[in-house]
């Protein structure tokens, strides 16, 4: 089945370590975005990327960045996390075709220690 | 006022009650308009899809745009248990990039 695999599905840095998560799609889609979703909370977005023009939303910190290789792949790098940054980040695609749907992937929960 | 309220819950009914979810928008410009239900600790999946105004039903579920009240709803029948999770209202106008605006989630406990 096509689909958005989020790899790993559970996190744990330290504080200030440097972390890395991955997204990887077989939809071949051509837009991939990054949210953080917090508890209670709607999925606040980070970054999309239209192939690869790479589109930054005003509000996300510096401290997060992103690389998409290819059309398949996808990374979210915390340069320095804070205890703030613990959250679930989702990887989620979509292909302009009018409807504006997104298609998620399960997600990595990320603890901040 | 936020662009997209929704009542964060939690709504318990028992198994086999009719479920109505909502939410209230207030940007005019919205005519895409999605549920989604994320289950504890996944990602969100796509449940339902509307353009524009109207009905749309799909099973059980049946989802309504009000634009003129700037109001959808979620209707869930019969519910099951299986339907426990947060569902999540979504939507977004022409902007060619679906930057959709997400409600916080209303979460649904559904008690056999």
């Known amino acids: 089945d096509a689909m958005v695999i989020q790899n790993p599905r559970y996190q744990v840095t330290q504080f200030g370590k440097p972390v890395t998560l991955s997204c990887s799609q077989t939809?071949?889609?051509?837009?991939m975005y990054w949210y953080q979703q917090k508890s209670s909370q709607a999925p606040k977005l980070l970054f999309h990327y239209y192939d690869k023009d790479f589109n930054n939303e005003a509000d996300t910190p510096d401290n997060f960045q992103s690389r998409r290789p290819n059309t398949s792949f996808c990374f979210l790098d915390i340069r320095s996390p804070g205890l703030g940054d613990a959250a679930m980040y989702l990887c989620?695609?979509?292909?302009?075709?009018?409807?504006?749907?997104?298609?998620f992937g399960s997600g990595t929960q990320l603890s901040v220690l | 006022q936020k662009e997209v309220e929704q009542d964060p819950g939690p709504l318990s009914v028992p198994e086999g009650a009719i479920v109505s979810l909502n939410c209230t928008y207030s940007n005019s410009a919205f005519q895409y308009f999605m549920w989604y239900r994320q289950y504890s600790r996944k990602g969100p999946e796509l449940l339902m899809y509307?353009?524009?105004?109207g009905n749309k039903e799909d099973g059980r579920f049946t989802a309504q745009v009000d634009k003129s009240s700037k109001y959808i709803s979620l209707f869930i029948r019969d519910s099951q248990p299986s339907d426990s999770a947060t569902y999540l209202c979504?939507?977004?106008?022409?902007?060619?990039?679906?930057?959709?605006?997400f409600g916080k989630g209303t979460m649904l406990l559904v008690s056999p």
């Open positions: 939809l071949n889609h051509n837009v």
């Open positions: 979504a939507m977004s106008g022409d902007s060619g990039y679906s930057t959709l605006t």
């Open positions: 989620a695609t979509s292909t302009l075709d009018g409807t504006e749907k997104l298609f």
């Open positions: 509307t353009y524009s105004s």
